[in-house]
Structures are given as C-alpha cells and as structure tokens.
C-alpha cells in the first residue's frame, strides 16, 4: 500500500483532511467539527477514530499534522495521541494559524494577517523564528475583526441611546436589519449568544461605511489601524519588513471598506511589505507541513 502523509485543518464547521502520497497522488475528505469545547469529549473521540480509520483504508501514513484552534487545551492533545496510540504515524499538533502560514505562503518566510471572526497576526522568518501578535480572543482582543467592528458599532449605538454619542446611521441600519432598539433587545442579543453574533454585525458596519457614515468610517479605520500595529509588531521582531504578507479571512480577503483602510495604513507605515494573495488552504499547510515531517515532496508529480 502507499505511503502517504496527511494534513489536518480543524475547524469551528468542519474538519478537512489532505491526504498527500510520495507518488505525488492527493486525496482529501471533510468531517465534522474539530471543537472539543462545542461537542464534547465523547463526539470529539468519535471523530478522531473516523479520521484514523480513513487513513487506515489509504495505505501508509507516516506523518499527520493536525492544525486547529484551542490546541493549547491539554485535554485535545491527550485524546488525539490516545486514539493514534496504536498507529506508527508521527504526529505534530499545531495552530490553526500555523498552518494557514504554511499554505498561504508556500511554507516559505513571511506574515499572514487574518481578519474573520477574530484576528491574529503571524510571521515566520527564513531564520525558522516565529512570532504572533494579536489572538487573544474576543474579551480581551479581536480588534481588527468581525468582532471588533460589531463590537465597536454597538458601542456606538449604545453611546447614542444613552446621550453620550453622535448620531449614526448604524442605529438605524442596526435597528432596521437585526431588531436591536433599545436596551433590552441590544442586551439580550449580547448575552444570550456567542461572539459570532456580534462579528454577524460587521456587515452592517461595512454598509455604513460604504454609504458615507462617519462613526462607521472611524469604527473601520480604527480596528484596521489595530490589525496594522499587530503587523508591525511581528515585522519588527523577525526582521521581515521587507517581506510577503498575505492576507486571510473574509474582511481582507474580499473588496471590503475594512480591506481598503487596512492596505491604505499598512503601505504608509511599512511601504515594503509586499501583499501576496494565498498559494494554498490551511489545510494544504498542514498537509505541507506533514510531508516535511515525512521527508516527501510537495506537489511531486
């Protein structure tokens, strides 16, 4: 049977597993999600023998490199090694952003920045240093994401309805588009659901900002000039202010006011940075990162 190494991307929705072989042959297969937290022990077991067992059916696996969030959870790194116990496969559990670095810029030195639901900047250097910025979750960061501008907007009509704050067209938008009036629908919104509910508003930012509205502009531009303070820190300590950056996440990814004053600020204060778009998913990154592991070549043909 051949031998092969696979790449793990472990995501909130979903799990997609890269099955590369030395042949130069590919595979891939999407599971469920890969959220300890979310379903619970027993499901996240359950899982993981799936994906062993799918391995199993394609041969040799040699090297398997898992990349999610939440690796830091000691308990995921113990069911993960528990359920491979038997396997000879050589494993490696690592950030989700890692292995979005390796995919987006070919496992070759650089920055990523990443803006969706939340935001974390992360930069490797030809030296084989890393360095992260940002990622510290939504109480305490996520500025320059879904969450930071959502964020930043009820702040803003909360300031209004409390007579602190300027008119914006956001009270309305907000008003009109997700029923959030008045104290009581604003707070119940708030504390009775996750942060995805609060990032789920970012669009409405991005429709006010498009349409002239001055809070909204100051909300985008602030929460960029945030995520570009994260890029410099991660430039400055590996020495890569003249290197690639490669942007991730649907705020950056796509025409956004956000994408607009995020490139605008970060050519100003670093000009020499160079914006590259993704060479791969997170989930070739990690299948990258496995074939290293196993000494075989990527993209072999």
């Known amino acids: 049977m051949s031998a092969f190494a696979a790449g793990v991307d472990g995501g909130g929705t979903k799990t997609t597993v890269v099955c590369c072989f030395e042949d130069g042959r590919s595979e891939s297969r999407t599971f469920g999600p890969f959220n300890l937290n979310g379903i619970g022990e027993d499901s996240f077991r359950k899982m993981l023998l799936e994906i062993r067992n799918y391995l199993e059916s394609l041969g040799e696996c040699r090297a398997l490199c898992f990349g999610a969030s939440g690796v830091d959870n000691s308990l995921m790194s113990v069911l993960v090694n528990e359920v491979f116990s038997e396997s000879e496969v050589t494993i490696k559990l690592l950030s989700d952003y890692e292995i979005a670095h390796s995919g987006a810029l070919d496992a070759k030195e650089g920055i990523i920045v990443v803006s969706g639901t939340g935001s974390v900047c992360f930069g490797k250097n030809g030296r084989g240093e890393s360095a992260r910025s940002g990622g510290w979750g939504h109480i305490i960061g996520d500025r320059g994401s879904g969450y930071g501008l ?27 588009e997700v029923g959030l009036f008045d104290q009581s629908t604003i707070i119940s919104y708030v504390y009775q659901h996750d942060k995805s509910a609060v990032a789920a508003l970012a669009p409405i930012v991005e429709k006010a900002c498009s349409k002239g509205d001055d809070t909204a502009a100051s909300i985008v531009d602030d929460n960029a000039g945030a995520l570009v303070r994260d890029v410099a820190a991660v430039a400055k300590r590996l020495g890569l202010e003249s290197s690639k950056v490669a942007f991730l996440g649907g705020l950056l990814e796509n025409d956004t006011c956000f994408r607009k004053s995020f490139v605008r600020q970060l050519r100003k204060q670093l000009p020499n940075l160079v914006i590259v778009e993704k060479a791969h998913s997170a989930s070739e990154g990690a299948a990258m990162i496995a074939m290293a592991m196993a000494g075989f070549e990527y993209g072999k043909k």
């Open 150 to 176: 959502g964020h930043d907007a009820l702040v803003a009509v909360t300031d209004f309805l409390d007579g602190k704050g300027e008119k914006t067209a956001l009270s309305d938008m907000i008003s009109k």
